[in-house]
């Protein structure tokens, strides 16, 4: 199973502002993290990948994969039940397990859109996450969750063993443990490579890691537990 | 000081907290009330009963600031020029004033560039930098921000830290959910469900939370 991507260039606009990314590579089975700063074009690249845009140029092939998963940077934007019950049975999944699973219980008749913007981004990801995918595409997924979530949701992601899924964050201090490392550096997407070689090359690497690296304590992977046991080794 | 007394509105029940000049951090589970203290604090929400004083005015006759966790919901106009240009016309400050007070805010928080885009298109990190600047150029005494670092990358976190520093803002109150970026405060605030369980400095209140995923990792790293 890959996702393979062919000269793929994802572009907006041309003037000041503007920017431009180009994108080789394949994505196989794995955990991948795309880092990158604010306006590179995560977001955009994201909906490429996932097919929702069309790249300016260039081709993103599936090869083996059947299914198809994007999470939005906003989960608003994703809201088609009028309640969070309909929310839940929007997505085919039962309500009252999801709702005890993200200490959501007893707010079933509540609007989604009235949930707090963290409530609204765990309900969004234990709704999708209760499903399998071929290919899951997560734009930010941690952004608005508190640190318990945070560490839940990777946990979570962690344990995913098949299909490829490829997360699309500027996160730097809560992350599952993954298997590639990508990053955009001047409007070119470029692989790092396995963790945790690609970690020395990783020039968004959080100042945690990039600390530990200068004192000589290299990781094996990026999760809280790999971090703290590095920084324990003597 | 800000002082909050016998505050009721909704789920959040504070019977006293003292904000003192400076940068709170105000952090706690999703739904722990974050986003509520801090619209209470900015006059948005009136409390059911209580009161908050900025000295001794009330939030609607303060200079106040405020970033909206949803990057969308901050924007009245199609450009970034007017987008930050409006809080001093609506205040009919002189159009020269207003252009060169919209220019320094422009280059003080690195968005010159994008000034003549709509933000419309903007990327949602973009989005906030915007309303940053539009919520500073006014020069307000308090500056409220809603958890927007969750839209910045590294860089950006810490160029809006330092561009915060340099505003010379009297009390910045903002929700997080970096620890990191909380530890750098002067303050932290621990709310859940609904009431202040922690407050002081970030040592005094991170001691307490120690083995919980709020501490922050790069304390965790060196214990």
Redesign the interface.
Known sequence: MNLILNGVVAN??E???DWSVLADGIFSEGIHLVS????SGK?TLAQVLAGLLVPASGTVARDGIMSVMLSF??P?YQVTGLTVREECESWGVDPGDVLAAIRLSGRDAHSPLK?????L??LHLACLLSHTYDLLILD?P??????????RVCQQLSERTTGITILFT?E???FPRVDYIWEIVNGQLVCRGRVPDALLSWQ?A???VR??LAAGKCPENIA?GD??GA??RT | MIALRSLRYRHLAIDALDIPPGLTSVIGPNGSGKTTLLRLCTGIDLPESGSVLIGDRSPRDAEIGWVNEFPDRNILFETVMDEVASPLRFRSVSCTETGDRVERCLELCGIRHLQDRSIRELSGGEKILVAVAAALVHTPSVLILDECDSHLDAARTAALGQLIKRSGTEYVIQCTQQMEVAAQSDQVVYLDEGTVRLSGSPREVFSRLSGTPFYPLSWRCRA
Do not use: I, M, Y
């Open positions: 907006r606009g003037g000041p502002g990158g700063d604010v306006g977001t940077q906003f608003e949930l707090s913007r963290g409530e981004k765990r930010e941690f952004s608005s969750l508190d640190c318990s979530e945070k560490e500027h730097q201090q809560t968004h959080p100042e945690l600390n530990l809280p971090l703290v920084a324990c």
